[in-house]
């Protein structure tokens, strides 16, 4: 499930390198916000203020995208068995209509052949139809029954 990168169109690649703060990155369109938004998740830099991540351009280009790769969680899946094994629940749904599918699905089998329990949903629409109610109906329901705050501070 590593963000699949394009290529960037110099004028988009410009966009992107010219931001001087998180607020200015609301006018941009939204597949460079998601550029933006995968970058921030999978090339965070707490040393490249203003956003304090590295984007896949120009010479940092091919290492970048090495660390979207080694982040993508079919990559790191085996390193970190024992530790997903720990988690009271994992969920993953996608749309069926959603390019994501298939790793997602992948995703799911190799979660199942490490012993790491987890729930797998497929509903009918893309990558966005029906956020809101994903998150009302399916989302926080999820989490008001799997998470526990005994033993916290």
Do not use: C
């Not at 290492?63 to 994992?90: M, S």
């Amino acid at each position: 499930l590593a963000p699949r990168m394009a290529a960037l169109k110099p004028e988009d690649e410009a966009a992107l390198l010219a931001l001087k703060s998180p607020a200015d990155s609301a006018t941009l369109p939204f597949l460079l916000r998601a550029q933006l938004a995968s970058a921030a998740a999978w090339s965070p830099n707490p040393k490249a203020p203003p956003l304090y991540l590295d984007l896949p351009v120009g010479d940092k280009q091919q290492q970048v995208l090495g660390q979207w790769a080694a982040n993508a969680p079919l990559a790191f899946i085996p390193q970190y068995v024992a530790g997903l094994r720990r988690y009271n629940a994992i969920a993953l749904d996608v749309g069926d209509q959603d390019s994501l599918r298939f790793d997602t699905a992948k995703l799911h089998e190799v979660m199942d052949s490490y012993g790491i329990a987890n729930s797998f949903e497929i509903y009918p629409g893309t990558h966005v139809s029906n956020v809101a109610f994903r998150f009302q109906d399916f989302v926080m329901p999820f989490f008001s029954r799997n998470l526990s705050f005994q033993g916290a501070r």
